[in-house]
């Protein structure tokens, strides 16, 4: 009888470490804004426009806000990605950076089978608004619950 227990044991053991592992994370990239003057046109008066590759994000001063982009989830597993964005006052190079408020996301999708899927959304933020001219930088924020690689 013994025999048999340490063999289920075994076994289902084996079966539970087979099984995709789960984890939550969140991968954040940190960005100086530029201005459309930077790009070769005119300027934008209160807007402000941050690249993450292939994600891009903009504020105008009144503190409306967009963030959009292309989100690549690795494996056949599923995970559940959300995007979102963060506003902050810093050093150049968004060194010691003092965030205002808590991230906002806003997408949640489901990705299976390495799918990448495109996200948008936006909203506005009242603490922007009333930083604008002195923020100089913003994070890009995606995070992943399920099985995130």
Request: proline share 3%; charged share 20%; hydrophobic share 35%.
């Amino acid at each position: 009888m013994q025999r048999i227990l340490c063999t289920v044991f075994f076994l289902v053991s084996c079966i539970v470490s087979a099984l995709p592992a789960t984890a939550d994370e969140v991968r954040k990239l940190a960005t100086e804004p530029r201005r459309s003057n930077d790009l070769g046109g005119e300027r934008s008066p209160g807007r402000l426009d941050f690249f993450y590759g292939d994600i891009r994000a903009w504020l105008l001063e009144d503190g409306n806000w967009h963030i959009e982009g292309n989100v690549q989830h690795r494996g056949a597993f599923c995970a559940q990605y959300e995007l979102g964005i963060q506003f902050g006052i810093g050093s150049p190079g968004c060194a010691n950076v003092e965030w205002l408020g808590s991230p906002a996301y806003v997408t949640k999708r489901r990705h299976c089978n390495s799918a990448l899927l495109h996200h948008a959304g936006g909203d506005i933020d009242n603490q922007a608004a009333q930083a604008f001219d002195r923020i100089n930088c913003a994070q890009r924020l995606i995070r992943c619950s399920g099985n995130c690689q």
